[in-house]
């Protein structure tokens, strides 16, 4: 069994930074690929960002640019780092994990492991 606990949300300014941090526990190797999703108030979950292995990358087109999604491996720890942040990035973020090679890494039902979320918001 895999436990995820995500920190580092916040309420920050439009245009400031945060950085999330997701710790991994309870599996002796590593995933995968791990992922950040976030989902607002009445919309579906939605993928952010995801690293599969240990360096290829992938993005929202609405975070490109804004968004750097990166892994420690030796400390178990997925982190995201938000600059630019804009109103619209507001919402419950989760880390998710997944340890089957065979996975397309990039929907919500790709990754079995998840975190308890944390909150981010925006203000303009």
């Known amino acids: 069994q895999v436990h995820l606990v995500a920190s580092g949300g916040g309420s920050v300014q439009a245009g400031g930074s945060l950085r999330l941090s997701c710790v991994a526990s309870g599996r002796s190797y590593g995933s995968y690929c791990m992922g950040w999703f976030r989902q607002a108030p009445g919309k579906e979950r939605e993928g952010v960002a995801a690293?599969?292995?240990?360096?290829?990358?992938r993005y929202a087109d609405s975070v490109k640019g804004r968004f750097t999604i990166s892994r420690d491996d030796a400390k178990n720890t997925l982190y995201l780092h938000m600059n630019s942040l804009e109103p619209e990035d507001s919402a419950m973020y989760y880390c998710?994990?997944?340890?089957?090679?065979?996975?397309?890494?990039?929907?919500?039902?790709?990754?079995?492991?998840w975190g308890q979320g944390t909150q981010v918001t925006v203000s303009s």
């Open positions: 690293v599969i292995g240990s360096t290829q990358t």
């Open positions: 998710a994990s997944e340890f089957w090679v065979g996975s397309p890494c990039a929907t919500v039902r790709d990754f079995t492991y």
